[in-house]
């Protein structure tokens, strides 16, 4: 498999400066960055995860690509000793202070997995060198360092595509919970016994309405032929915002409905953590201020009358690299 690459800054840190490698590791592609202590991304690289996902194979191809990082085309400009420390997220369950990966999302057949000692022995680390972080998690730590979000301690990320996620910060740390599974919005309840969704065994789930999935699906449910959506053979998301942006009335009514639903997940956050600001990432955020604007309107009207409302509600900035500058600032503030 070919490496796909690009530096990111005009070539690598200056000689002994602090150096941490972030990898973002996901059920198709697998991205490695080299960043400096101040959160400039040095170079990225992404390759294929390819067919074989058993975890000693992963493991060898995380080691080549991160050795591949540290090469301007055949020359060396870095070695692996250099890197201080290497974090790692992947969507899933985990143990991240014992760096097993209980149940991943996209890789198959993996079941306590200890990511963290597979690693470290196959670069010759300590262990502690190496950091084990939620896919989510990594992503609002890249904007707390770097993107909307930097310098902020009380923040909430919210992730709309085929589901919704979510990550939680308080008083400038990660809310994690007792198991590991805090910050799990798009699984809260948002109509008792409502519609099914998923395969969690719960029905009325906030993503089960307010997710890019379920908003293809409500927008075929009730499609009639005054619709411009009706014209269409297959239906996704981004073309209800089209539709709605263009006039369709019954697409702009799912717009306004969805939106409404993640204003009042926003606001249960509220009242749950207390954040100074809340940022929206994924497909759907990608409508931008068309979602955003109806969100913060929605927001408004079933926000409490005791204060007015202080916490902002943005898009995300960290881009596609958000999980390798959040996995290497996970294992940054490992170090300290």
């Not at 709309?160 to 809310?175: E, N």
């Not at 411009?228 to 717009?255: M, N, P, R, T, W």
């Not at 409905?257 to 940022?279: H, K, M, Q, S, W």
């Not at 990432?281 to 005791?306: D, P, T, V």
């Amino acid at each position: 498999h070919r490496f796909m690459g690009k530096h990111a800054h005009p070539g690598p840190g200056r000689d002994g400066e602090r150096l941490f490698a972030g990898l973002d590791l996901g059920g198709t592609t697998m991205s490695a960055g080299l960043l400096n202590a101040h959160g400039v991304l040095l170079k990225v690289l992404s390759q294929e995860v390819g067919e074989d996902h058993s975890p000693q194979c992963i493991v060898k191809r995380i080691r080549a690509l991160l050795e591949a990082l540290l090469c301007n085309g055949v020359e060396k400009t870095h070695r692996l000793e250099e890197i201080e420390a290497l974090g790692v997220c992947t969507p899933g369950l985990m143990d991240t202070v014992a760096g097993v990966v209980r149940a991943a999302a996209n890789l198959r057949g993996w079941r306590e997995v200890p990511l963290v000692r597979l690693l470290a022995e196959e670069l010759g680390w300590e262990p502690s060198r190496v950091s084990l972080e939620n896919d989510t998690n990594a992503a609002l730590l890249a904007e707390a360092w770097t993107g909307a979000a930097a310098g902020m301690k009380h923040i909430v990320l919210v992730t709309v595509g085929t589901g919704v996620g979510g990550a939680i910060m308080c008083d400038g740390r990660l809310l994690r919970g007792s198991k590991g599974q805090a910050g799990e919005i798009g699984h809260s309840i948002l109509v008792p016994d409502g519609r099914p969704f998923g395969v969690a065994g719960v029905n009325g789930i906030l993503e089960g309405y307010a997710s890019a999935s379920a908003l293809a699906i409500r927008a075929k449910e009730a499609l009639s032929a005054d619709s411009s959506l009706s014209e269409l053979k297959a239906l996704d998301c981004e073309d209800v915002f089209k539709h709605a942006e263009a006039g369709d009335k019954y697409a702009s009514d799912l717009v306004q409905e969805t939106a409404r639903y993640l204003a009042i997940g926003c606001i249960n956050c509220c009242r749950f953590v207390d954040p100074e600001l809340i940022l929206f990432s994924g497909g759907m955020a990608e409508a931008g201020e068309a979602l955003l604007k109806e969100i913060r309107r929605q927001f408004e009207k079933y926000h409490w009358n005791l204060e007015p409302v202080r916490v902002r509600l943005e898009l995300a900035s960290a881009g596609r690299n958000a999980g390798v500058i959040g996995a290497a600032r996970a294992a940054m503030m490992s170090q300290s």
